[in-house]
Structure formats: C-alpha cells, structure tokens
C-alpha cells in the first residue's frame, strides 16, 4: 500500500508564489507517473501537471508557464512549484500516483480514475 502525503499549501496573493511537496511512502515510486491534480471550490477534480519515471512532463493549459512539476527521487518527494498564482488557482491539490511508467497517450493522463494512490489534499488559497 502506498502513500501519499502533500504539504506546503496555504493562503498567498495573486502574483505569489509557493511549491508544494509530496512525500511517498515507497522507493518504488520513481518507477510511477506522478501528477498533481486540483479541485476548486464546487467544481470537479482537474489535472494540473504529470511527471513520468523519465523525467518527461506534461501541465494542463492554465498552469502552462506558471507552474513545475518535479520529483526528487532520492527523498521520493514529488514538487509542483507554483508561480505567478492567480484567484483561480485556489483549489484542494492532491498528488496522485499511477502504476505506469511513462507518459500516457494524449490526454488520458487527465483521467483520475487511472491513478492508484491518492495524497489527502493540501488546500491553497491566493487572494486577488
């Protein structure tokens, strides 16, 4: 059974920054896909960014520019630094790990129900 804990959310202001780390509970986790998923207040579960074993990464249009995705195999630690923050990005984030190794095809990596394990959410609030 493998878990997943995030942390480092928090409140910030429109334009900030903050990274958020998710910490694994196996070493066989640099062999998975991780992706970073989020939820805005009364709207569904969306991806944010994915990282496969290989270190090739894919983000979701709206955080494209703004937001990096990477993972720090020796602390089976995965990151999402987060730039230029806007209202819309205040959301519950969850980390999310799936079993295969590279990057899905095209945009399935977007479908939560592929992923294995979950993370408990960090939630992240940035004020206009």
């Known amino acids: 059974q493998m878990q997943l804990k995030e942390s480092g959310g928090g409140s910030m202001q429109a334009g900030g920054s903050l990274t958020l780390a998710c910490a694994t509970s196996t070493y066989t986790y640099t062999t998975y896909c991780m992706a970073w998923f989020r939820q805005p207040p009364g709207k569904e579960r969306e991806g944010v960014a994915l990282?496969?074993?290989?270190?090739?990464?894919t983000y979701a249009d709206s955080v494209k520019g703004r937001f990096t995705i990477s993972r720090y195999n020796a602390k089976n630690t995965l990151f999402l630094q987060m730039n230029s923050l806007k209202s819309e990005d205040t959301a519950t984030y969850y980390c999310a790990a799936d079993f295969a190794r590279y990057l899905p095809y095209g945009s399935s990596w977007l479908e939560g129900s592929r992923y294995n394990y979950w993370g408990q959410g960090t939630q992240v609030t940035v004020s206009p």
């Open positions: 990282i496969d074993s290989a270190g090739t990464t």
